[in-house]
């Protein structure tokens, strides 16, 4: 891989090198919980590598498998208060459960759904194949007989590639009961098409229901495990590339199987795959279920979509991104942002490594800067309260109204670091006798000649400049620090500073 090259760049130029046309880049996730910002690498990552191919001039479909024929293990802590209602429902397909808030088609279409507003959101497009139609059209039946013919091999490889020895009573297909179940079934007998099957297994969560029943391929009553769902999906996709996370590559990971199922068993040509690292919340995973980190849901209502993309696009691929929303982070994200935005995406070649990677970092988020400093709108909106009057005092009317919601729930929920909240005060708190001599001493001028004026004015009157700009703070904005004086004074206007004074 070229040093200086982005990751979306070398594996799009691998795709075109090795693969054929037409390309085509899979992924998929169970939908079971709410977002987090792991969840939306998911699908952000491949839809940075398609643009990446595509950039290049070449075709390529993107394919996303909501895997919702998955059992339905346990009620995510948002949910909490259905759970009397979704209780029933443990151990059926996701697809199978009903949605309690009635909103969706089913529990696992209500978070699909979320999905797919943040696809959305963050401009991703791909053809989404809700998983369970898939089997329903018999897409899967030649791989599940496949599978029931040629058992004891398929068993095998993934003893070996996973390290573990599988139990006696192991299949390739899970089996959906007359209960609705799919947890909770095994296979007793098959002759390749034709099954039978008990519900019996007791899985911590649910237990079987007992029945006994029969049923055949042909009928799509069941789903194939993971460790060879996914070598099939990539076989119906025709997938060129696709990628998993770490949890996903370890030794004895459902990589290993996918790779020696796919070559030496179904004899078929293996896809690029290439692996992320985790998002991390303090060194955790962030969790949908647990209710670990942010959820995306909130992040959305704070940060513009293209800042949180550059945030998750930014660095290397494999490593682990820790992301600690605290209100100091976000601000600091936001000014890397604006930063690599004036970073000229003409100069790549002559740009060191870290700049050419926020740069083709910043044109993967965005088409387009919207505006021009998210702390010049926060610092004017609390002294103006009008959108109007800031984008017009800052000369950027456009990024006033595009962060309008963003700051506005900064303030509501009290989330701006103590340095940049504040409320006007001038008049409403009495003055140091510097105060009034410094005020009276200047007329104007920009926020750093302001910033300098404070310090000769210290320097002259024997004052330490710490002090100064403390009784500046107080008589301004009554508390003893704030944002930028200079910027502060510059943002009220010398005059009207002046007149609220009383001087
Ligand atoms: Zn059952």
Redesign the pocket.
């Known amino acids: 891989m070229s040093e200086h090259m982005h990751w979306s760049e070398w594996l799009a130029g691998r795709v075109i090198e090795e693969k054929n046309e037409p390309y085509v880049i899979s992924g998929g996730m169970t939908t079971s919980g709410p977002a987090h910002l792991g969840t939306l690498c998911e699908f952000l990552f491949p839809s940075v590598i398609r643009d990446a191919i595509e950039k290049r001039g070449k075709k390529c479909s993107f394919y996303f498998a909501a895997d919702i024929l998955d059992a339905f293990d346990g009620v995510p802590v948002e949910m909490e208060k259905h759970t009397e209602f979704l209780k029933p429902h443990l151990g059926k397909p996701l697809c199978d459960v009903p949605d309690p808030t009635g909103k969706s088609r089913s529990f696992g279409d209500y978070y699909l759904d979320e999905a797919r507003e943040l696809m959305e959101k963050f401009g991703v497009k791909p053809v989404v194949v809700r998983i369970n139609e898939y089997y329903n059209e018999g897409k899967f039946d030649e791989y599940a007989r496949f599978f029931l013919k040629n058992e004891n091999e398929t068993r095998m490889v993934i003893e070996q590639t996973s390290g573990k020895e599988e139990k006696k009573d192991w299949s390739p297909i899970m089996p959906i009961?007359?209960?609705g179940?799919i947890a909770?079934?095994r296979v007793i007998s098959h002759d390749g098409e034709n099954y039978e099957y008990i519900?019996d297994k007791d899985v911590k969560y649910t237990k079987?229901?007992?029945?006994r029943g029969k049923n055949k391929i042909s009928d799509h009553r069941y789903k194939i495990v993971w460790r060879l769902h996914w070598p099939v999906w990539k076989q119906i996709f025709g997938t060129s590339i696709e990628g998993a996370g770490i949890d996903h590559h370890t030794k004895g990971g459902s990589e290993d199987t996918c790779e020696v199922i796919t070559l030496k068993l179904m004899k078929k040509d293996y896809h690029i795959h290439y692996r992320y690292g985790f998002i991390l919340f303090q060194g955790k995973k962030y969790s949908k279920s647990k209710g670990i980190g942010m959820g995306v849901r909130e992040i959305v209502t704070l940060l513009p979509a293209e800042i949180i993309k550059y945030m998750l696009v930014r660095p290397d691929l494999e490593e682990n991104i820790d992301i600690n929303p605290t209100s100091e982070n976000l601000l600091r994200t936001i000014e890397d942002f604006e930063g690599a935005s004036k970073l000229e995406q003409g100069k790549l070649d002559e740009m060191g490594r870290p700049e050419r990677k926020r740069a083709i970092a910043f044109a993967i988020s965005t088409n387009k800067m919207r505006w021009k400093s998210f702390l010049d709108l926060l610092l004017y909106y609390q002294i103006y309260q009008n959108w109007e009057e800031v984008g017009k005092k800052l000369n950027d009317n456009e990024g006033a109204f595009y962060l309008k919601p963003f700051i506005e729930e900064w303030i509501a929920r009290d989330f701006i670091p103590e340095d940049y909240r504040f409320k006007y005060q001038a008049g409403k708190v009495p003055i140091s006798e510097n105060v009034k001599k410094y005020m009276v001493g200047i007329s104007g001028g920009d926020a750093l000649s302001i910033h300098n004026s404070v310090f000769e004015f210290a320097k002259a009157n024997s004052i330490e400049p710490k002090q100064m700009f403390a009784e500046l703070y107080q008589a301004v904005i009554g508390k003893p620090k704030g944002p930028r004086m200079g910027k502060l004074i510059e943002a009220l206007g010398v005059e009207r500073l002046k007149r609220d004074l009383g001087l």
């Open positions: 009961c007359e209960c179940k909770t079934t519900c079987g229901c007992g029945h």
